[in-house]
């Protein structure tokens, strides 16, 4: 990525005015991919990433025979000793790049110790293959497992539901009805795997008559109802919700704390909390007490209607039941205190009663000190998470700090940032992170640097919004940047945008 980045804007500071140039230079060396004075050691996975891409170039496309090519003639790769994990490292570095993914595979298969591949390997193949909608190779793939004997009820999941994500419905029912093809089994379990994937996918009266076809043959089980119960939910089908739990009942399941837990969620989004509040007496009532997960999901829905004291004293209500709260808990109570400006607080739970800590923890921890210009104190914490190395800084871990160098002009220290996360945490920028800079970068009357990264967020095919290319566009005719008002308008014109403006 940063590659791509550095290239573009070498072009376009080529092209601005000398004083603008020259006040960005330290920009451009901050996201300058040539080697430091003290670099750290590349891992095997990187080197061998490195391999493949660092010598494509530009935006040209590389074919899994080249990259097959590359691996097999390059010295290092050759030494490499190529574990199950790093083979899967690899290829959850190249889950957006299919092409180099089966690249990796077909080297790996040609490796002695690599004839056949890890079952993870070849479920992780099917994935990568599904998200790209290649469903031919996808299927071809397939084919080959099924002769190989490695076709998985894993496999069967991931081949569902990208199908069902992709709109396919019928093809996800047909790997089902081919379960026996693969040597599996059609049962409870497998049942639920594709009544659940219909159900994400809000196709919920599909699964149903699915379930009704099936249930003579395969009898349903707790779980089979639970997966409906989330199903009418994400539908908004509260009521729908409510009649499964007596129908579970009727099969002589008992609800359980997911059952309810999933129904207060539906309530939250409503904001009927008198419902929520009179399904935790319900639950309590049952004898299937509220859990950490059910109290978490009530403050994070008070949290996003800005009602934090009435989230903290549901907090409170957890403690007084005796239920003790998990680190996602905790995460929610320390975003609560944060917002609620009660810092010294949130400090305490993070440093005195936290059960465990994972990247969310430190990204909320982050969030509250740039929030309340403690920038120093943010910066202190991300030197801590990498040190102590119980968990990675994330893309949200550094929005906050980029946030805070655009509030008070820093661009050179934006620049180092994200040097800093692409070079130092490998870390690739997502559409909200580019959607942030590209709004930021216009707002500091920059919009070359914006329309850098419009075009590398193009090429990365992530689709920007639609009030995106209306702001770049605003700002690229102001600066009369003709090339770029003809590329963003062929984009609106041509690209499936998110969040259309109605």
């Known amino acids: 990525m940063s590659r791509l980045i550095q290239n573009r804007v070498r072009n376009t500071f080529s092209r601005l005015k000398p004083s603008i140039a020259l006040s960005s230079s330290t920009l451009t060396n901050n996201l300058s991919t040539s080697p430091e004075p003290s670099p750290e050691p590349l891992d095997e996975s990187s080197e061998i990433w490195n391999v493949i891409i660092g010598r494509a170039g530009g935006d040209r496309v590389v074919s899994e025979d080249e990259v097959f090519h590359r691996l097999s003639n390059d010295p290092f790769c050759n030494r490499v000793n190529l574990s199950d994990t790093l083979l899967n490292k690899l290829l959850h570095r190249f889950r957006d790049d299919w092409r180099s993914a089966l690249g990796v595979l077909k080297w790996a298969e040609s490796r002695k110790a690599h004839k056949n591949h890890s079952a993870e390997a070849y ?16 299927k071809a793939f397939v084919e080959k497992m099924k002769v190989d004997n490695t076709v998985t009820l894993n496999t069967v999941a991931k081949i569902m539901r990208r199908f069902a994500g992709a709109g396919e419905w019928e093809e996800a029912v047909n790997v089902f009805d081919r379960l026996n093809e693969f040597g599996l089994e059609k049962n409870t379990e497998s049942m639920n795997l594709l009544l659940d994937t219909l159900c994400k996918e809000k196709r919920v009266e599909r699964a149903r008559s699915v379930l009704l076809e099936l249930k003579a043959h395969i009898k349903p089980d707790a779980h089979t109802f639970n997966i409906f119960i989330n199903g009418w939910c994400k539908t908004n089908r509260v009521e729908e919700a409510l009649w499964t739990i007596q129908e579970m009942r009727g099969y002589g399941f008992r609800p359980c704390v997911i059952s309810y837990t999933t129904i207060i969620k539906c309530y939250c989004l409503k904001s009927d909390f008198i419902k929520v509040y009179e ?224």
């Open 123 to 138: 479920d992780t193949a099917v994935d990568i293959l599904g998200k790209a909608k290649k469903w031919d190779r996808m």
């Open 279 to 502: 399904m935790l007496s319900e639950m309590e009532a049952n004898d299937s007490p509220p859990n950490s997960v059910t109290y978490t999901t009530i403050m994070s829905c008070l949290n996003a209607q800005k009602e934090f004291e009435e989230s903290l004293r549901v907090a409170a209500r957890m403690k007084r039941s005796g239920c003790e709260g998990d680190t996602l808990f905790y995460n929610c109570l320390i975003h609560t205190l944060a917002r609620a400006g009660r810092l010294e607080e949130a400090e305490r739970v993070f440093r005195d009663e936290m059960p465990s800590v994972n990247t969310s923890t430190y990204n909320s921890m982050i969030a509250m000190y740039c929030h309340h210009d403690e920038e120093e104190k943010a910066v202190e914490l991300l030197r801590e998470m990498e040190s102590l190395k119980v968990c990675e800084p994330d893309v949200h871990t550094y929005h906050p700090l980029l946030r805070s160098c655009f509030k008070r002009g820093d661009v050179v220290e934006v620049g180092r940032l994200l040097k800093e996360m692409v070079t130092k945490h490998h870390l690739s920028l997502d559409e909200s992170t580019y959607t942030f800079l590209i709004q930021r970068f216009c707002r500091a009357d920059m919009c070359e640097w914006a329309y850098c990264l419009f075009e590398e967020m193009i090429s990365q095919d992530i689709a920007p919004r639609h009030r995106t290319c209306l702001l770049l566009l605003d700002e690229v005719r102001k600066k009369s940047m003709h090339e770029a008002v003809e590329r963003i308008e062929h984009v609106m014109r041509t690209v499936k945008l998110t969040a259309p403006v109605k």
